[in-house]
Protein backbone atom coordinates (compact mmCIF):
# COMPACT_ATOMS: atom_id res chain seq x y z
CA UNK A 1 0.00 0.00 0.00
CA UNK A 2 1.43 3.17 -0.97
CA UNK A 3 2.57 6.05 1.49
CA UNK A 4 -0.10 8.87 1.96
CA UNK A 5 1.92 12.28 1.05
CA UNK A 6 1.05 13.53 4.38
CA UNK A 7 2.63 10.34 5.77
CA UNK A 8 5.72 11.08 3.40
CA UNK A 9 5.95 14.90 4.48
CA UNK A 10 6.39 13.15 7.85
CA UNK A 11 8.86 10.63 7.12
CA UNK A 12 10.76 13.72 5.09
CA UNK A 13 10.86 15.27 8.16
CA UNK A 14 11.84 14.16 10.96
CA UNK A 15 14.78 12.33 8.18
CA UNK A 16 15.80 15.98 7.95
CA UNK A 17 15.70 16.97 11.54
CA UNK A 18 17.84 13.48 12.32
CA UNK A 19 20.31 15.26 9.73
CA UNK A 20 20.35 18.33 11.28
CA UNK A 21 21.13 16.96 14.89
CA UNK A 22 23.87 15.16 13.46
CA UNK A 23 25.24 18.24 11.76
CA UNK A 24 24.55 20.50 14.87
CA UNK A 25 26.44 17.99 17.25
CA UNK A 26 29.53 17.47 14.92
CA UNK A 27 29.64 21.28 13.88
CA UNK A 28 29.37 21.85 17.77
CA UNK A 29 32.37 19.71 18.56
CA UNK A 30 34.43 19.67 15.55
CA UNK A 31 33.98 23.01 13.99
CA UNK A 32 32.38 23.91 10.52
CA UNK A 33 35.40 23.22 8.58
CA UNK A 34 36.92 20.38 10.17
CA UNK A 35 33.41 18.88 9.90
CA UNK A 36 32.51 16.99 6.20
CA UNK A 37 29.32 15.83 4.72
CA UNK A 38 30.31 12.30 4.88
CA UNK A 39 30.94 12.59 8.28
CA UNK A 40 27.80 14.03 8.87
CA UNK A 41 26.25 11.46 6.64
CA UNK A 42 27.73 8.51 8.88
CA UNK A 43 26.71 10.43 12.48
CA UNK A 44 23.06 10.57 10.78
CA UNK A 45 23.10 6.80 9.93
CA UNK A 46 22.48 7.47 6.29
CA UNK A 47 24.28 7.34 2.93
CA UNK A 48 26.31 10.66 1.40
CA UNK A 49 23.79 10.17 -1.47
CA UNK A 50 20.56 10.39 0.45
CA UNK A 51 21.78 13.53 2.46
CA UNK A 52 21.96 15.43 -0.80
CA UNK A 53 18.46 14.70 -1.09
CA UNK A 54 17.89 17.45 2.27
CA UNK A 55 20.55 19.94 1.51
CA UNK A 56 22.54 20.59 -1.26
CA UNK A 57 25.56 21.72 0.62
CA UNK A 58 27.34 21.78 4.34
CA UNK A 59 26.38 25.81 3.87
CA UNK A 60 22.76 25.23 3.08
CA UNK A 61 22.87 22.99 6.43
CA UNK A 62 24.38 25.02 8.86
CA UNK A 63 22.28 27.73 7.36
CA UNK A 64 18.98 25.86 8.34
CA UNK A 65 19.95 24.40 11.47
CA UNK A 66 20.90 28.34 12.92
CA UNK A 67 17.82 29.80 11.38
CA UNK A 68 15.86 27.04 12.80
CA UNK A 69 17.37 27.32 16.07
CA UNK A 70 16.79 31.39 16.51
CA UNK A 71 13.57 30.76 15.33
CA UNK A 72 12.85 28.70 17.93
CA UNK A 73 14.76 30.96 20.69
CA UNK A 74 12.77 33.89 19.74
CA UNK A 75 9.07 32.41 18.79
CA UNK A 76 9.49 32.60 23.03
CA UNK A 77 9.70 36.12 23.16
CA UNK A 78 6.77 38.88 23.01
CA UNK A 79 4.45 35.95 23.88
CA UNK A 80 1.58 37.58 21.81
CA UNK A 81 3.19 38.99 19.08
CA UNK A 82 2.22 42.69 19.69
CA UNK A 83 5.61 44.68 19.74
CA UNK A 84 4.92 45.19 23.20
CA UNK A 85 6.89 43.59 27.10
CA UNK A 86 5.04 43.00 29.52
CA UNK A 87 6.92 42.10 32.86
CA UNK A 88 5.26 39.03 32.36
CA UNK A 89 6.22 38.18 28.97
CA UNK A 90 9.97 39.40 29.96
CA UNK A 91 9.91 37.16 32.66
CA UNK A 92 9.03 33.93 30.35
CA UNK A 93 11.11 34.98 28.11
CA UNK A 94 14.04 35.02 30.76
CA UNK A 95 12.59 31.42 31.91
CA UNK A 96 12.67 30.12 28.46
CA UNK A 97 15.92 31.49 27.37
CA UNK A 98 17.81 29.39 30.35
CA UNK A 99 15.31 26.13 29.67
CA UNK A 100 16.91 26.65 26.11
CA UNK A 101 20.47 27.08 27.24
CA UNK A 102 20.08 24.46 29.74
CA UNK A 103 18.76 21.78 27.00
CA UNK A 104 20.44 22.62 24.21
CA UNK A 105 24.03 23.08 24.84
CA UNK A 106 25.06 21.74 21.48
CA UNK A 107 23.19 24.98 19.61
CA UNK A 108 24.46 27.51 21.77
CA UNK A 109 28.33 26.26 20.93
CA UNK A 110 27.14 26.45 17.03
CA UNK A 111 25.94 29.87 17.73
CA UNK A 112 29.43 30.87 19.26
CA UNK A 113 31.18 29.40 16.89
CA UNK A 114 29.37 30.53 14.11
CA UNK A 115 29.81 34.08 15.40
CA UNK A 116 33.93 33.90 15.58
CA UNK A 117 34.32 32.56 12.30
CA UNK A 118 33.85 35.94 10.31
CA UNK A 119 33.40 33.24 6.92
CA UNK A 120 30.58 31.09 8.71
CA UNK A 121 28.85 34.03 10.01
CA UNK A 122 28.36 35.59 6.53
CA UNK A 123 26.19 32.21 5.73
CA UNK A 124 23.94 33.51 7.91
CA UNK A 125 24.11 37.25 9.34
CA UNK A 126 21.13 38.47 7.29
CA UNK A 127 18.91 35.88 8.59
CA UNK A 128 20.38 36.71 12.24
CA UNK A 129 20.00 40.43 11.45
CA UNK A 130 15.97 39.61 10.53
CA UNK A 131 15.55 38.04 13.59
CA UNK A 132 18.29 40.26 16.54
CA UNK A 133 17.05 44.01 15.05
CA UNK A 134 13.16 43.06 16.33
CA UNK A 135 14.33 41.67 19.15
CA UNK A 136 16.28 44.33 20.13
CA UNK A 137 13.56 47.14 19.34
CA UNK A 138 10.95 45.47 21.05
CA UNK A 139 13.76 44.90 24.03
CA UNK A 140 14.48 48.21 23.65
CA UNK A 141 10.89 49.78 23.95
CA UNK A 142 10.48 48.11 27.37
CA UNK A 143 12.74 49.92 28.54
CA UNK A 144 11.87 53.24 27.56
CA UNK A 145 8.75 52.52 29.12
CA UNK A 146 10.97 51.58 32.30
CA UNK A 147 12.17 54.92 32.18
CA UNK A 148 15.48 53.89 31.30
CA UNK A 149 17.53 56.69 30.08
CA UNK A 150 19.56 55.32 27.41
CA UNK A 151 17.27 52.22 26.40
CA UNK A 152 18.82 51.03 23.31
CA UNK A 153 21.97 50.46 25.20
CA UNK A 154 20.01 48.41 28.07
CA UNK A 155 18.73 46.69 25.03
CA UNK A 156 22.33 45.68 23.89
CA UNK A 157 23.36 45.21 27.60
CA UNK A 158 20.89 42.50 27.94
CA UNK A 159 21.93 40.73 24.66
CA UNK A 160 25.29 41.04 25.22
CA UNK A 161 24.75 39.57 29.00
CA UNK A 162 23.17 36.77 27.77
CA UNK A 163 25.75 35.94 25.24
CA UNK A 164 28.27 36.20 28.53
CA UNK A 165 26.40 33.95 30.83
CA UNK A 166 25.32 31.60 28.27
CA UNK A 167 29.13 31.23 27.16
CA UNK A 168 30.02 30.91 31.10
CA UNK A 169 27.28 28.17 31.08
CA UNK A 170 28.84 26.17 28.01
CA UNK A 171 32.53 26.11 29.44
CA UNK A 172 31.55 24.69 33.34
CA UNK A 173 27.63 24.03 33.37
CA UNK A 174 28.25 21.58 36.42
CA UNK A 175 29.35 24.52 38.62
CA UNK A 176 27.66 27.71 37.11
CA UNK A 177 25.09 29.44 39.76
CA UNK A 178 22.62 28.89 36.41
CA UNK A 179 19.47 29.39 38.61
CA UNK A 180 20.94 32.09 40.86
CA UNK A 181 21.99 34.22 37.45
CA UNK A 182 18.71 33.73 36.25
CA UNK A 183 16.55 35.12 39.75
CA UNK A 184 19.55 38.21 39.71
CA UNK A 185 18.67 39.08 35.85
CA UNK A 186 15.16 39.06 37.12
CA UNK A 187 15.56 41.38 39.73
CA UNK A 188 17.97 43.73 37.80
CA UNK A 189 15.94 43.86 34.79
CA UNK A 190 12.10 43.46 35.27
Known amino acids: ?99 VLRNNLHFWKLYFMVIAQPQVLKLVDKKLMELVIPFITVLSEYFAAKGCKNPMAHA ?11 LNYMIDPDNFPIEEIKQIIKTKFI
Do not use: C, W
Open 1 to 99: MPRSEEKFKELREQKRIIIMDAALELFAEKGFASTSISMIAKHAKISKGLMYNYFDSKEELIISIVHDGFDKFLREFDANKDSVLTDDEFEYFIDKTFE
Open 156 to 166: QLFGAMLDGVS
